[in-house]
């Protein structure tokens, strides 16, 4: 394996985090990867989750200089409101992908790149649950901040936030 995807973490998560504050968990789990050599995090720059990942890695970067934060756009007109956050912006050869599976194929890049992911998946559908999925497929390894949620009887979610 390449030396820098053994480098390297992505995010995955959902958009929407319901008012969560994940900051302490991700910088913990963010943290344990740079002891164990992780220097570059790849992000997707799409909502509660990403952002919460961002300025974790951003802050950590006063501790551990090396580390690089990377945004990973899905098409030329992607617009992140934090790009503040990440050292550099860097669009895949995405240019033949049609523009709605373009997200898809940029979150199956950022996989392809790492050896590992922190990621706070908690429903079972969506872009993020299908990345998860091939994330563990390829084999990396993967903290996982949330287990799934599921609809009880009655319909409402049940949260069942644990460390995995």
């Given at each position: 394996m390449d030396n820098r995807i053994i480098q390297t973490c992505c995010f995955i998560g959902h958009r929407d985090l319901d008012g969560r504050d994940l900051t302490p968990q991700i910088l913990y789990a963010a943290e344990q990867l740079i002891f164990k050599g992780v220097r570059i995090f790849l992000n997707g720059g799409m909502g509660d989750f990403d952002r919460q990942s961002a300025y974790v890695?951003?802050?950590l970067k006063k501790r551990y200089p090396t580390v690089q934060s990377l945004l990973i756009i899905p098409y030329l007109t992607f617009r992140c409101?934090?790009?503040d956050a990440f050292d550099e912006?860097?669009?895949?050869d995405l240019e033949t992908i049609p523009f709605k599976q373009a997200i898809l194929r940029?979150?199956?890049f950022m996989v392809e790149e790492s050896a590992y992911a922190i990621s706070h998946v908690v429903y079972p559908w969506g872009?993020?649950?299908r990345t998860l999925q091939?994330?563990?497929k390829r084999g990396l390894s993967a903290?996982?901040?949330?287990k799934l949620e599921y609809l009880n009887p009655a319909g409402s979610v049940k949260d069942r936030v644990a460390r995995a």
């Open positions: 890695v951003r802050w409101d934090y790009s912006i860097l669009y895949p940029r979150n199956r872009g993020s649950h091939y994330a563990q903290v996982l901040l949330a």
